[in-house]
């Protein structure tokens, strides 16, 4: 009950104080998308007329309701989905070339950023208040003096050019890592890739090189963006440039063939286990990123300072940063949503329609649920962003290039075949395999393949032992079951 109802419609003196303090407190937030719909709502449950003590019918103009529908629409984008603890960043209108934090200066588990939330009121995830204040706010903040961010991005394929972008559009001196001396050239003299996006103009303020040292000597933050099955060996060739405590934020999905394992174990392995890792995933085609438009992300790492930190630096008007602990459901999600769009373009390769691809990737949702809650992930991560939301996007969405690999298997080319034609990286394909192999190894239970039909099918058909019809016909004639993924595998 309001306190409006409370007093029979007929607001209070405190009432008055307190929705007066709401208001000041929403304007000093626009981006407070929640508090400013519960203050609508409740000056909407306030008879217009109560300055003049007469009730009158509560009327809603058609302008107040789309504004209403305005906030909804921005509320996608900013509630705290308090859940699973994910922080909406608001973007910062000023270039940040600056952040406190304690990554590679201060000491591990400084506590300047959570003080700092402590006085801004921000909510921190467990459900401490606090607010996102940008970059500018940030370097106006008292305490000791910001050290300047130097962003490495390693990769220099189509993503790693996205990322680059973004954290440069940002006003932060950043260096990308390419392997060709034509490359970084191109990049440095025409602000373009020569192949990768080759009609996107790249911020000027984008260098790129081939000298390791100059480029990993003095980042502050790296982030990965270099094709799964490439990590390792990449890893190697560049581990002794990296300085010690220099967090890595990766950006790559799927799972190693060799190792079968995620990211986040072929990082620890190559870069020890003492630096801090965080992971970005969710539905963000390169190209939609690099033209501007509106994507949102998610960070996650188990420091999640580092994801504050991060999401802090890379937030901004088209690029919102949602942040998370749990780093197996970000993966997992990462990895199998490549596998699902592979499906979903056989389905469309097939031509087969709209009520067969939306039950295929409605049940490879279910798959992936099945085995993130099975390796320990939280069921919401695998609803969110870098869960179903990027097999979204990436089942549907044209650009996707596992998704163009699952169609031409559907019009009848072999894997191989497709693979010598392409020149960009499809990371669902060597993740099926992988997938499958993991699955084996780490789930213990009777007929998996009966428990992930969709991920052993498209194995199969990838490695050639079915055809993309043969696994579709399995698929329908499983015997009937229940409709439920929640049970361990
Ligand atoms: N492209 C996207 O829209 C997008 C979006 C989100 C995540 N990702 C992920 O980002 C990662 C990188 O993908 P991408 O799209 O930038 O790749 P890409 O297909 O655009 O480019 C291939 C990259 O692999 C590199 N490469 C090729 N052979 C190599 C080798 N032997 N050693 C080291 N590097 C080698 C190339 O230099 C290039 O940087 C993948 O894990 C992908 O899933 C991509
Ligand atoms: O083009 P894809 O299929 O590698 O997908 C790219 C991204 O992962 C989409 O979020």
Redesign the pocket.
Same mark, same amino acid.
């Not at 990769?155 to 790693?160: L, R, S, T, V, Y």
């Not at 963006?225 to 799964?228: K, S, Y």
């Given at each position: 009950m309001t306190m409006h109802q409370q007093s029979g419609g007929r607001p209070t003196e405190a009432g008055s104080e307190a929705r007066e303090e709401r208001r000041q407190r929403s304007r000093r937030d626009v981006f407070d998308g929640v508090e400013t719909t519960e203050l609508l709502i409740e000056e909407r449950s306030q008879p217009l007329s109560h300055k003049a003590g007469r009730r009158r019918p509560m009327t809603y103009p058609a302008s107040s309701l789309r504004h209403l529908a305005m906030i909804a629409i921005l509320l996608l984008f900013t509630i705290d989905t308090s859940v699973e603890a994910f922080t909406f960043v608001k973007p910062s209108r000023s270039s940040a070339v600056h952040i406190r934090g304690h990554h590679g200066i201060t000491k591990r588990g400084d506590s300047i950023r959570g003080l700092e939330c402590a006085r801004s009121g921000r909510r921190i995830p467990g459900g401490t208040r606090r607010r996102a204040s940008g970059a500018l706010a940030m370097s106006s903040r008292s305490g000791p003096p910001p050290f300047p961010v130097r962003i490495t991005v390693m $990769?220099? $394929?189509?993503? $790693?050019l996205a990322l680059a972008s973004v954290v440069a559009k940002r006003g932060v001196p950043t260096t990308l890592l390419v392997?060709s001396d034509d490359v970084a050239r191109s990049i440095n003299e025409k602000h373009r890739h020569p192949t /990768?996006m080759s009609d996107i103009a790249l911020p000027r303020t984008v260098r790129a090189t081939t000298n390791k040292a100059s480029a990993l000597g003095d980042a502050t933050y790296i982030i990965h *963006?270099?094709?799964?099955q /490439?990590t390792r060996?990449?890893l190697r060739s560049v581990a002794e440039y990296i300085p010690p405590n220099v967090p890595v934020l990766s *950006? &790559?999905? $799927?799972i190693e063939t060799s190792s079968l394992g995620f990211m986040a174990d072929i990082l620890r392995d190559c870069l020890g286990e003492d630096r801090s890792y965080a992971f970005l995933s969710g539905p &963000?085609? *390169?190209r939609e990123i690099c033209e501007g438009v509106a994507t949102a992300v998610v960070i996650a790492s188990e420091d999640i300072m580092l994801a504050d930190d991060l999401a802090e630096l890379m937030a901004g008007e088209d690029f919102a940063v949602f942040t998370s602990r749990d780093v197996i459901g970000i993966e997992v999600g990462g990895a199998v949503k490549n596998v699902i769009a592979i499906a979903a373009g056989m389905c469309e390769g097939l031509g087969l329609g709209t009520n067969a691809l939306s039950g295929l990737v409605t049940r490879g949702c279910g798959e992936m649920r099945r085995l993130g809650i099975y390796l320990g992930a939280r069921p919401s991560t695998i609803s969110g962003l870098s869960g179903v939301g990027d097999t979204f996007g990436t089942c549907f969405g044209p650009l996707s290039r596992n998704r163009q690999f699952g169609y031409r298997l559907g019009r009848g080319e072999t894997a191989e075949e497709i693979r010598a034609s392409m020149t960009?990286?499809a990371?669902g394909v060597d993740t099926s395999i992988a997938l499958v192999k993991m699955i084996k190894e780490r789930c213990k239970g009777y007929r998996l393949d009966l428990k992930y039909p969709i991920l052993f099918g498209v194995a199969e058909i990838i490695e050639g032992n079915m055809k993309p019809l043969e696994g579709l016909k399995g698929l329908m004639n499983f015997p009937t079951r229940m409709e439920n993924y929640d049970e361990r595998a």
């Open positions: $990769g220099g $394929g189509n993503f $790693g392997r /990768y *963006a270099v094709p799964v /490439y060996q990449f *950006a &790559s999905k $799927g &963000s085609f *390169a960009e990286v990371e």
